[in-house]
């Protein structure tokens, strides 16, 4: 039995608004013949409290109310059967949280996560690494392979239990308990002096293919190129070779576009990237592992170049099924996919390409951002499910309202308000925006550490 809160007053196909008789709070989610509504606005007046509600959908999914409903008719409070159906809420999956205000968990599934990409979008501070570090926590959970590009190295603390007093005291509601990852947890890094711990990374670097070149070399002239192709041509005639045989035959090159080309490919050796004792694939993408590129101390040029390497790697290793499905996570993701005209990135192509071809090959992307105005839009409109969090820039807030599906002016109106630890998600599979209470992390969140 629903409890009956109230009776319309005035309606309308959409909205409609009703006299209330029992507690009622915006976002309150009520339901009338079969159709489920979200409260946007309380009046009090004189006569009483009045609720305004918009209209969400049906039980019956192919029913939308083409005329208004009767005066009079009645209002009752939604249960969480009927609100998890009508808006999609799934009954397992990514453990997110809870729905603002009730006890009704929020799971995503990792499926449509890996196959239709996710983002996270939001200004400095408002808890967009935590969000992260939470879906990060079911991931590993559910033993799906996660890769993390991560510039600050604030990742390596899923080692740890979240032993905070007040978080472990709210964790009781949330249904969970701290835990750490140690075993699962394993973390990478191009400048292992700085980070002790880190196993170190290098890229394979025998038998570069020709677009491998290319790509290391993104603004090299058609002249450059011709040379590259050359050199590359008579590397092959090698059983095994690397980059400083690609050199001794651009060298041996009789144009003078060599000379510019010559001190690149040098510069790209120096950097010490590549290695015949390169660290395998699939010891970084395995079942039941989380992967941290730990990027921390590596100059931004330096790190791009990687990025792009490593996930050209990964995505070609998918594609031929050399590794299982995986789920990318990119920090700071403005740095590596620039929209244009805010600087160039060696990743972006790659990212590009995941973004709009991953979906095929199970490679799932996860895209955090602080400047959502300054990454690439190609890859923000391949992000099916959002969560956003407070927000105020106006530039930043117009690109999320641009490119959430779903998102009413009254939702957009709040992101500005959104307390701490309060996210909107949209997107798929979800029938509308839903406010929801991020789950504390079960693991101590690193962005805390320094
Ligand atoms: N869901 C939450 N529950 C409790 N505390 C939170 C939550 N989300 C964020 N916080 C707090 O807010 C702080 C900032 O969060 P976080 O590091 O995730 O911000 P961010 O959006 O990633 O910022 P930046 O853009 O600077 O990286 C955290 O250190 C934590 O104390
Ligand atoms: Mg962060």
């Known amino acids: 039995m629903m409890e009956e809160i109230g009776e319309i007053k005035e309606s309308a196909t959409a909205t409609f608004t009703f006299k209330a008789f029992k507690d009622i709070r915006k976002l309150d989610y009520v339901f009338v013949e079969n159709v489920l509504a979200q409260v946007w606005e309380v009046k009090q007046t004189v006569n009483g409290i009045f609720a305004y509600a918009t209209i969400i959908g049906s039980i019956n999914d192919k029913f939308m109310p083409r005329t208004p409903f ?24 990514i453990y997110i949280g809870l729905l603002k205000d009730t006890n009704i968990k929020v799971h995503l599934s990792p499926k449509v996560l890996i196959q239709k990409h996710l983002c996270i979008l939001a200004k400095s501070g408002s808890g967009k690494s935590y969000a ?31 032993l ?15 835990r750490s990852y140690l075993k699962n947890v394993y973390e990478f890094s191009p400048v292992c002096s700085r980070n002790k711990e880190a196993i170190p990374l290098y ?43 690609i050199l001794e035959y651009i060298k041996e090159s009789k144009s003078n576009a060599k000379w510019n080309l010559i001190p690149q490919i040098e510069q790209i050796i120096s ?15 395995k079942k039941g592992r989380c992967s941290i590129i730990n990027l921390k101390g590596t100059p931004p040029y330096i790190q791009e170049i990687l990025v792009g390497l490593l996930l050209n790697k990964i995505f070609e290793h998918r594609k031929n099924e050399k590794i299982l499905p995986v789920m990318i996570v990119i920090e700071e993701a403005h740095r590596y996919c620039p929209e244009k005209g805010q600087g160039k990135s060696f990743s972006s192509s790659i990212i590009r390409t995941i973004a709009s071809e991953g979906r095929k090959f199970g490679v799932g992307l996860a895209i955090v951002s602080q400047r959502p105005a300054r990454v690439d839009k190609n890859v923000i409109s391949q992000c099916n499910t959002h969560i956003i969090l407070k927000t105020t820039n106006p530039n930043d807030l117009k690109t999320i309202v641009a490119s959430v599906e779903g998102l009413n002016s009254k939702a957009s109106d709040e992101i500005q308000m959104l307390p701490i630890g309060t996210a909107i998600i ?24 320094d």
């Open 70 to 93: 009767k005066i009079g008719s009645k209002v009752y409070r939604a249960n969480e059967k009927i609100i998890k159906k009508i808006i999609g809420i799934e009954n397992e999956g």
């Open 132 to 162: 992260m570090g939470v879906i990060i926590e079911e991931f590993i959970k559910k033993n799906i392979p996660i890769v993390i590009i991560d510039p600050h190295g604030e990742y390596t603390s899923l080692r740890r239990p979240n």
């Open 164 to 178: 905070d007093k007040q978080d472990v005291s709210i964790m009781k509601k949330f249904g969970i308990k701290p």
């Open 203 to 245: 890229i394979d670097e025998t038998n570069l293919s020709f677009q491998d070149l290319l790509n290391l070399l993104p603004n090299a002239t058609p002249l450059q190129k011709g040379i590259l192709y050359e050199a590359h041509k008579k590397a092959q005639e090698k059983k095994i070779y690397l980059l400083k045989d």
């Open 271 to 285: 950097m010490k990237l590549f290695s015949v004792n390169y660290t395998p694939i699939n010891e970084i993408v």
């Open 426 to 449: 949209a997107g798929l599979p979800l029938a509308t925006p839903i406010f929801v209470e991020i789950r504390p992390r079960e693991t101590l969140h690193g962005g805390k550490l």
